[in-house]
T-cell receptor
């Protein structure tokens, strides 16, 4: 089983739609969680951290479910500029703090 | 500098040649990662350095690949006897101690002819 698993998509959604991505992780001792965004031919960039209580940044909401070992990203009112690949990241297990990236979910917002 | 820098930005080489890719992490970042990404594919973990600990080399695809990090700062990824399947973007990332998110450099695009 992969350490971090994501549906590769693509998710094709119309502008204004709400879309949600899930990501599952295998190591229950993982301590930190993030969502990254990667545009075509660019390096990944941090979108937001994911906190146990859930957190929101504008149109983006991230949630963590430790019991089921998954994290989610919800994008409301999708914009054309949201088209990108969204990478789930899990970090930290005991003293070994290496981050592990999922393979990403591709989102295409269509006019 | 303000961010992670990598050099060269592009490298074209002939099959069988050796190449060296350089990464300058953000000052103070103790963790450093190398990944590679083939066109349309996800990130492939190569190696992880954390402070003075022994590096995690579990992602290196063959013994043609090696990396070092001098003085806890600059890192060099070396690929010996390059093959066409080594063609990819090689990304370096660094992070602060603890469980902070990583920051990526712009990558080196390697093309092996």
């Amino acid at each position: 089983r992969k350490e971090v698993e994501q549906d590769p998509g693509p998710f094709n959604v119309p502008e204004g739609a709400t879309v949600a991505f899930n990501c599952t992780y295998s190591n229950s001792a993982s301590q930190s969680f993030f969502w990254y965004r990667q545009d075509c031919r660019k390096e990944p960039k941090l979108l937001m951290s994911v906190y146990s209580s859930g957190n929101e940044d504008g149109r983006f909401t991230a949630q963590l479910n430790r019991a089921s070992q998954y994290i989610s990203l919800l994008i409301r009112d999708s914009k054309l500029s949201d088209s990108a690949t969204y990478l789930c990241v899990v970090a930290g297990s005991g003293g070994y703090q290496k981050v592990t990236f999922g393979t990403g979910t591709k989102l295409q917002v269509i006019p | 500098g303000a961010g992670v820098s990598q050099s060269p930005s592009n490298k074209v080489t002939e099959k069988g040649k050796d190449v060296e890719l350089r990464c300058d992490p953000i000052s103070g970042h103790t963790a450093l990662y190398w990944y590679r990404q083939s066109l349309g594919q996800g990130l492939e973990f190569l190696i992880y350095f954390q402070g003075n600990s022994a590096p995690d080399k579990s992602g290196l695809p063959s013994d043609r690949f090696s990396a070092e990090r001098t003085g806890g700062s600059v890192s060099t990824l070396t690929i010996q006897r390059t093959q066409q399947e080594d063609s990819a973007v090689y990304l370096c990332a660094s992070s602060l101690p603890g469980l902070a998110g990583v920051i990526f450099g712009p990558g080196t695009r390697l093309t092996v002819l």
